[in-house]
């Protein structure tokens, strides 16, 4: 079993940057690929970005390729997801979610997820 909790969300102009955190419980986090989903109002889910257990692999949606980098710390039982040069059109409720399968861009591919945390994009 594994808790997540997303943390850093908020309010930025079109340009800038924020970082995102998702700690989660349990001694296992290293064992597990992390990814990065979002959801805006009236739109599915989509994936936004997924890194392996050991953090050496990472892997983007284009539309953020470039833009976002994901990365973990298993010391600290976190995963962030750095966010530059953001546009309005990333504004969404960010999720973190774990699996013990491989990076997949599919959200039924995870088995546990947090409660998200809300990102808006001014222009």
Known sequence: ???LV???GGLVQAGGSLRLSCAASGRTFSSYVMGWFRQAPGKEREFVAGISWSGGSGYYAD???GR???SRDNAKNTVYLQMNSVKPEDTAVYYC???MGMIATTGYEYD???KG???TVSS
Do not use: L
């Open 1 to 3: 079993q594994v808790q």
């Open 6 to 8: 997303e943390s850093g």
């Open 63 to 65: 539309s953020v390729k």
């Open 68 to 70: 976002f980098t994901i």
């Open 97 to 99: 979610a774990a699996t």
């Open 112 to 114: 546990y997820w947090g």
């Open 117 to 119: 945390t809300q990102v």
